[in-house]
């Protein structure tokens, strides 16, 4: 039979353990984002570059001020949709990373719970007496904490909902503003023919 030290510097081992596997889980999902993030960043700047040396050289060549204008117009559009795109995938890799994160801290702080749960009904079957009520706030402590972190968990997961649902709002505003704007400038350069 183990003593209460034992039992204590074991859970106490097991609890650095299980936080330093937590730690590694989470920095390198957090690191992969990054590195998906980065990659992304790196091709939407090569595209915007190629792009954009085309767009000018279009608007180079226009015969009249209508042309650019109508040409001005035409490249919005795609831009804007570009800018939507890019938004769309950046809260993609955010919410890969937050169900990564969610699923690991899970997985590890149940069986934290559950092992520091073990340990505190061992050491209650072998506490002297009198000590019910420190057995009592230490199961009550541990079923706090776990109501906290499903909070937490939960509140994360809404968080993440309201960015996709803000991203998706402002993305169709942008996409309607972007429609508007060029069909102004279309009938300006109409009117002005």
Known sequence: MFSFQEQFSAAT????ETQLALFTTLTGKTLESVEKVIELNINVA??????????????????????????????????AEKAVSYGRHVMTILSGLQSEFTKATEVQIGEHSRKLASLVDEVSKNAPAG??????????????ANAGYEQLTKTTKQAVEAME???NTAATQMSQAASKAGARVASVASVKK
């Open 13 to 16: 081992k097991n609890n650095l």
């Open 46 to 79: 090569k595209a915007a570059l190629e792009e954009s040396t085309g767009n000018a050289r279009q608007l180079l060549a226009a015969k009249d001020p209508q042309e650019f204008f109508a040409l001005s117009t035409a490249q919005t559009q795609p831009t």
């Open 131 to 144: 000590s019910e009520n420190v057995v009592a706030f230490m199961k009550s402590a541990i079923a706090s």
């Open 165 to 167: 649902v803000n991203m």
